[in-house]
C-alpha cells in the first residue's frame, strides 16, 4: 500500500460484549457511524439494547439531549455478518482474550476488506504481531486497548507492531483525539505498558497476603498514598475470576503460592462485586466494599497452609514494594523503548490505573525520591527478597549521571 492516509468514516466492531459496548459508545459519540457484528445474535439485540438504555440514562441526567441520543443511536446498526462490513475503513476487534480466535477473525476479515481498511485489536495483553500475521496487510494492524468502561475511561493504548506503518498509526492518534481519549502508543509486549506493569505491582500485593497482610490493610496503605482504589479493590470491581477462568482454560499455572487466596474465592463463588462477595462484602444493590472478616480467616488459612510464618506488614512496607515494583517494571519497558517517554508510562497510570494525580505518576514520583534514592531501595528489596528486585540497568545509569527518567 502506498497509501499516505486513512480516513476513518466508516468503523465496524465485532463481539457485543462488556468492551465491545463501550467500544460502540466511544465511536457513536464521535460522530462516527458503526457496524456491529456478533456471532450471537440474541447478544447483540441485547447489547443493542443496553447501548440504548445507556443513552436514555444520559437523557434524564441531562448530560446530553433528546436529539443527541436519537443521533448517537443512529450510528449504530446490526450487521448479520463479515459480508456487510466490507466497506468499513475501520474494524476494530472486541472478543475475548484467545489468540486463536482473534487470528481467525482477522484472517477472514483480510480476505473480505477493503484494501486500505485498517484492522485493531481490543486486546490488553496478546501478542499484536501474531494476529497481524495472520492477514497480507500487517503494516494496516494495530491494537486499540480500551479501557473498561470504554466509553468512560480516557485512556487509550494504541499499540504498534512490528511492521505497523506510520500512516496507520496517525490515522490511529487522530481517531484516539477524535474520540477525546489520552492516546498513548505502546511497542508490541506482552500487557503493554499498563497491564505489564500492573503484573509486579499486584504480584507483590498477593505475596504479602501470604507474609502477613490482609487484603483490608493493603488496600488502605495504597489508597492513603492517593490511589483511587488499592489491587483488592480493584480485583473485585473487574472480576476476580476473570484471570482464574483464563488460568483454567489455558490448563496451566493454577499452582503458584501467590494465586491460592484468588482460587479459593472463585471455587467459593465470590467473584467480586458482580458476585456480591469478592476480596470484600457488597450490600445488595451497593458498591460499597466492606470487610469480611471471612476472607480474613481465608487468608490466614491458605498462608498457613502453605508453611509461612506470618509476621507484622506495615504501611510503610506495602507502598514501598508495590510502587518501587511498578517503577523497576517502568524503566524496563522505556530501556526496552515499549513507552517513548517516562511522560507516557506516567500518562497510561494516571488515565488508566488511578495513580494519584498529584504525584504525576509513578515515574515522576520516582524522579522526585531521586533515582539514586529508589537504586539503593531496589537492591536493599534485592538482598532481603530475592533477584526479582535486582534494578533495572537504566535507574542504575541514570542515577550515576544525576539524572531523572524524565532527563532521557
Known sequence: MSQTSFDIQQAAVIGAGTMGRGIVMCLANAGVSV???????????????????????????????????????????????????????????????????????????????KPQALLASNTSALDIDAIAAATKRPEQVLGLHFFSPAHIMKLLEIVRGAQTSQAALDAALILGKRLGKVSVVSGNCHGFIGNRMLHPYVLEARKMLLEGAYPQQVDAALQGFGFAMGPFRMYDVV????????????????????????????EMGRFGQKSGNGYYHYEPGSRQAEHDPEVDALVLRVSEGLGFQRREIGPEEILERCLLALVNEGAKILQEGIAESAHDIDLVYLNGYGFPADKGGPMAWADQQGLADIHQRLLALETRQGEQWKPARLIGELAAQGKGFADR
Open 35 to 113: 457496524h456491529w457484528v456478533d456471532t450471537n445474535p440474541q447478544m447483540l439485540e441485547q447489547a443493542l439494547a443496553t447501548v440504548a438504555e445507556t443513552y436514555a440514562h444520559n437523557v434524564r441526567q441531562g448530560r446530553i439531549d433528546q436529539a443527541e441520543a436519537d443521533a448517537r443511536l443512529a450510528r449504530v446498526s446490526a450487521a448479520a455478518d463479515y459480508a456487510e462490513i466490507r466497506n468499513a475503513d475501520l474494524v476494530i476487534e472486541a472478543v475475548y482474550e484467545n489468540l486463536e480466535l482473534k487470528q481467525k477473525i482477522f484472517r477472514e476479515l483480510d480476505g473480505l476488506l
Open 239 to 266: 472480576g476476580i475470576d476473570l484471570e482464574w477462568r483464563a488460568r483454567e482454560l489455558a490448563g496451566k499455572g493454577q499452582d503458584a503460592p501467590e494465586i491460592q487466596v484468588d482460587n479459593r474465592l472463585c
